[in-house]
């Protein structure tokens, strides 16, 4: 079955980085979009980023955009998301996700997720 497990979450103070690494197994990885979603306390779980299965197209939040880049390594079967810049918005549980196509990106076009990790950013 689908297994996505995250890992690289932390605490980390305004400005900071962080990356994150998803390790996925259980499926064919490169036939698949894979991406991150996150979800803070008391807030609904939203899309951050994805990347199509060739690593060739990405789509990101806008409130990430400039400061966040998602990549994958189809060898390794593992998607990462390196996060710089970080503010205490971006606290949050994030979630790693396999999507339902090789290229499509939207925003329910995702089927699978993980336990997830908490990334804790303070000002």
């Known amino acids: 079955q689908v297994q996505l497990v995250e890992s690289g979450g932390g605490l980390v103070q305004a400005g900071g980085s962080l990356r994150l690494s998803c390790t996925a197994s259980?499926?064919?990885?490169?036939?698949?979009?894979m991406g991150w979603f996150r979800q803070a306390p008391g807030k609904e779980r939203e899309f951050v980023a994805a990347?199509?299965?060739?690593?060739?197209?990405?789509r990101y939040a806008d409130s990430v955009k400039g400061r966040f880049t998602i990549s994958r390594d189809n060898a390794q079967n593992t998607v990462a998301l390196q996060m710089d810049r970080l503010k205490p918005d971006d606290t949050a549980v994030y979630y790693c996700?396999?999507?339902?196509?090789?290229?499509?990106?939207?925003?329910?076009?995702?089927?699978?997720w993980g336990q997830g990790t908490q990334v804790s950013v303070s000002s």
């Open positions: 990347i199509v299965w060739a690593g060739t197209n990405r």
């Open positions: 996700a396999r999507g339902v196509h090789p290229s499509a990106m939207g925003d329910t076009d995702f089927d699978s």
């Open positions: 259980g499926f064919t990885f490169n036939g698949y979009v």
